[in-house]
Every structure is written in structure tokens, then in C-alpha cells.
């Protein structure tokens, strides 16, 4: 048993909750630009924190007029957008506790979560999410209200407040303590029901003021510009959350972009010119894949692949020299990094508004070599680990020495274990008070104040974390042996035709693979090629330039592992791993055990013949 801890940086709070932020910054600097919104014509409008703060005052008091107390519990069901931000923070102004609803949420899970968190309104995005809720309307007993953003709810609901007096919105805001519930978030459910995690004031701040301390320079005034960020991660997730309430916080301009469709998302990063974003490993993947197809439609991509290989020798002497291994990049290095700083990587950059030069990624794993890449090119991503359980961030690489392709150190206030058996525990004052109402499931997953977290991972030397994989993933083979698919699969998906992997061979005689193609870098693919277009499936049936190509991503994979563990056969799928088709969650994950069923007649495919 192996753990290792990092001292808090912050007290926690004595008073009051998170909405105390939006009135203390209200007072000490009214005309700091606190968020951005988005204007019909697509441009950025400032609010500044007095007009926010009375704003939040304003949806608080028609809140109260409309019946909801403390303690109460509204769902909202939106994507990310500036009015969600409002509403979070009115609600937390008068002690209620928002439960976040994917938008994509089926009947029966909109039906399920508000029946089980016993929500007393809900809030929707649009006619669809409203006739969602209407659906199931009948078995929500407590259910009085429904609102729609898109008809105009938050100016309904101003309108109705006026009348209501200070004094009780003054009474319901000097009740929330640290202690009390901030908000209520279902897991995404890969397996079973969706469990409601318990989160408090006090969670979330242990959580974004420790990380705001140890990453001053991320979130921290200069004396040139204010931080900005854009937040695009869905606020129905925890981290997206964290990044909101952080945000506030610590004075960063905060706006949002509903999508994350590269299409849309890109040009907004461009005009909001954010100091610093916070993602998932998708966004950095699809950022590198653009800008290598660029270089391919541009007959580039030869000096572009000269430029990655710059980028990630570059970044790993820097890497080395931190941990006392090597003197830093050579006087040859150095030059070549300036060449490619002003021929490829300030284009980079230029895509997520020039101004980046830090950015924060969790939420599943990010390739090593991915990281290297960014931070040679001018932008350290620093990696991190967490769940909805322990208020997203557990772990995060720190600024002064990241360890690409590592999780990094426990955030400050926040001691990692490895047990017995390899799972990661936590401990902390961002981790949960357990599920909602489900005291077993609470007990099997705190045990005496630690968060089992189900994943599994090693401690190196300097305490740096490795998730390895989880728990309930591991594929035991027919013959007895154990296998990780985790690290596998980031490998794969590493290739830029690979949009997906699932590895298989639970009681089957060896490793295989479901590889899902990204449909449209196969077509550019092909038409550089001079190949006709062809579907995946196809393709790889009857293209052996694309047999060749997917054999050598799984060969480059296998190098990781031992023989008894590699992918021993593959086998493209003809379809899309799609959250529409119930195959990932909404952050994102694959649901294993959706895709085993929807595909078995794949996998009985896969192993009807032995491997070459």
C-alpha cells in the first residue's frame, strides 16, 4: 500500500455558500468583466459582476415567489449556456440544490432522475426537453413547475420576484452553510442505475480554491490582462461545473459555447480569446487532426509531421531537465523550436484564439506523446484525475513539472492511496457525503472517510498517479489471464483514422478489438489516395492499403504490452459508437456493456477463426 499527500493551500470556508463569491466580488470591483454572453449576431457581450450579482437577485427572488424554498431540489436540463450559470447561482442564493440533467437524457432517465432526487421544478432548454418531461409527468408527484429557457423563464421569473422582499431572500441566503448541499449529480451510469452524488458548498470549495492556489498563474490576474476562459464542457457534468464555479471565483471571465462540434466550437474559441480552456482529451485530438489535415490539404504534411516530432523532442528534454535527467533541449533544438514556433505551432495556437497558453484536461486519458506535442507547441496541458464522487479533480499535474502521460500529484488538501489490491483511494475535503438516499451503495464506496474509487493505478516514485484502468474493466481471457484494456485502446484511438476501441475477450481464448472509424478522415483518406469512397466496414474489408494501415496503429499498440495481452485480431464496425445510440455516456465514455450486446455477433466474428 502506497499513498502520498499534498498539504491544502486554502482554509475552508466558516460561512456562508458559493453564491457568497458573486456578492463579495460585487462589492470589492462592480466593473470587473465577471462572464461574456453571446449576442444574437454571434458576438460577446460583457456582464460585469454587479450586473451578474443582480441578475442572480433578480431569478432568486422570482424563485422564491414561485414556491421553491430551502433545500428545495430544481432539475435543469439544458446544455451549456450563460442562463445555466444564472440559475445555479440563484438557486444557491436561497439554499436550493440544482440536479444537472444531461440534455440528451431519454424519458425514462429525465423520468429516473427526478423522481429519485424528488425535484420540485425543472428547468428545460426547449419545446423537446419540455414535452421529455411532459411525458413522464405523471409519475412526479412532486413536481409542481416546469420552465423553458427558450420561452423566455428567466425574464417570467424576474418579472414575478419584484415583489418579493429582501428581507426573505436575505433569510434564505444567511442559512446556507458549507455544510449544506450544493447540488445533487448523477452519475453518468455505464453500468445500472444512475446514483445521485451528494455534493456541498463546502465540497466544491475545498476543491476550486486549492486549485486555483496551486495554479496561480492559469487563474490569476496579470497585470496586462484578465484570465478568460471558455467553458464548453457540458455543465450536467461535474467538471464542467468545477470550471464554472472556479471561474467565479478567482475573477476569470467566464463565457460559454454550447457545442462541442469542432465546426461550432472553433470559431468560438477564436473570437472569445480565452488565456487558458479546460477540456477533455476529444477536443485535443480533434484540435491535432484538424490541423494535420490542413497540412495534408495544404501538401504540407510532411514538414507538418517534422514540426510534431520538433514539438514532442522539444517538450520532452524540457521534461527531463525538470526531473534532473538531461541538461534541456540542444542549441539545434532550440533554433529548430523557433522556426516551427512561427511556421506551425503560432497556428496552433491561433485556432483557440491566440492567447492560450495553459489548458486542463481530464475525464478519460490522454496520450503521452498528444501532450508533448502541445507543450512544445507553446500550450502545457496539464492532466488531471477525478470523479463526480470527489467534486472532479483528485489529481493534476503541477505547473512547475508535469509529467506527461501521467495524472500528475493529488491537488493541494488531498492524499491518494493505492490499496492492496491497486485501487485508488481518496481522501480529502472535496469528497462526497455519499449517494442520495442509498446508504449501501455509500457504504461500499466511503469507507472510514476514503473514496474507493473503483479505478486502478500505481504511485511512481515522485507521486505522480497512473490510472492503469478500472476495477470492473479488466478482461480475464479463457486462459486465465488478466488484461487492462485501457492503455490499449488510448493507443489505438491515438491513430487519427481511429475515432474509437473496444477491447474484448472476457473468457475468450485471446484480445480483440472493435475499432469504429472516423467516417470523414477515411473519406479524405481515400480521396488523397485516388481510392474510391467506401464505408468503413467496406473499406476494410476490401482495401488492403486500410488492412495495412489499422494493422500497424494495433502493432504500435502491442508494443506496450506482453504477448498474452496484445490484440491478437481486430474487426472494424460498421456503425458509430454514438451517445444517440445509448453507446457512450454523456461524457463521453463507451458503455461497454451496450456496445458487447449491440455487437455480439461482431465479437462471435471476431474469434470464429484463429488470429494470423
Known sequence: MREFSVPALTEPPTHGGLAESVFATAVADPGLAALSRRTEDGGWQTVTAAEFRDEVVAIAKGLLHQGVRFGDRVALMSRTRYEWTVLDYALWTIGAQPVPVYPTSSAEQVRWILADSKAVACVVEHEDHAMTVGSVVEGLPELRSIWQLDAGALRALALAGRGVPDDLLDRHRQAVTPESTATVIYTSGTTGRPKGCVLTHANFAAETDNIVARYHDVFQNKASEQPATVLFLPLAHVFGRMVQVAALRAGVQLSHEPSLAPADLMPALESARPTFVLAVPYIFEKLMQRAREAAEEAGKLAPFEKAVDAAVRYA?????????????????????????????????????????R?????????????????????????????????????????????????????????????????????????????????????????????????????????????????KKEIIVTSSGKSVAPTVLEDRVRSHPLVAHCMLVGDNRPYIGALLVLDAEALLRWQRQ?????????????????????????????????SRAESIRAYRVLPGEFTEDRGLLTPSLKIRRRAVAKTYSDDIDALYASSPA
Open 358 to 470: 495553459h489548458a486542463m484536461s481530464g475525464g478519460s486519458a490522454m496520450n503521452r506523446e498528444l501532450g508533448l506535442f502541445f507543450a512544445g507547441a507553446g500550450i502545457t496541458v496539464y492532466e488531471g484525475y477525478g470523479l463526480t464522487e470527489c467534486t472532479a479533480a483528485a489529481t493534476a499535474n503541477p505547473p512547475d513539472k508535469p509529467r506527461f502521460g501521467t495524472v500528475g500529484h493529488p491537488v493541494p488538501g488531498t492524499t491518494v492511496r493505492i490499496a492492496e489490491d491497486g485501487e485508488v483511494w481518496i481522501s480529502g475535503g472535496q469528497v462526497f457525503q455519499g449517494y442520495l438516499d442509498d446508504p449501501e451503495a455509500s457504504r461500499l464506496t466511503l469507507r472510514q472517510g476514503w473514496l474507493a474509487t473503483g479505478d486502478l493505478g500505481h504511485l511512481d516514485e515522485d507521486g505522480y498517479l497512473t490510472i492503469t484502468g478500472r
Open 316 to 356: 520532452a528534454a524540457v521534461e527531463r531537465h525538470a526531473f534532473g535527467d538531461g541538461p534541456g533541449p540542444t542549441a539545434a533544438q532550440r533554433v529548430q523550436h523557433q522556426v516551427y514556433d512561427r511556421l506551425v505551432y503560432s497556428k496552433v495556437r491561433a485556432v483557440l484564439g491566440g492567447r492560450v
Open 529 to 561: 489516395r485516388g481510392k474510391p469512397d467506401q464505408s468503413p466496414a467496406t473499406a476494410a474489408r476490401h482495401d488492403p492499403d486500410l488492412q495495412a494501415e489499422l494493422q500497424r496503429s494495433v502493432a504500435m499498440a502491442n508494443t506496450a504490452v
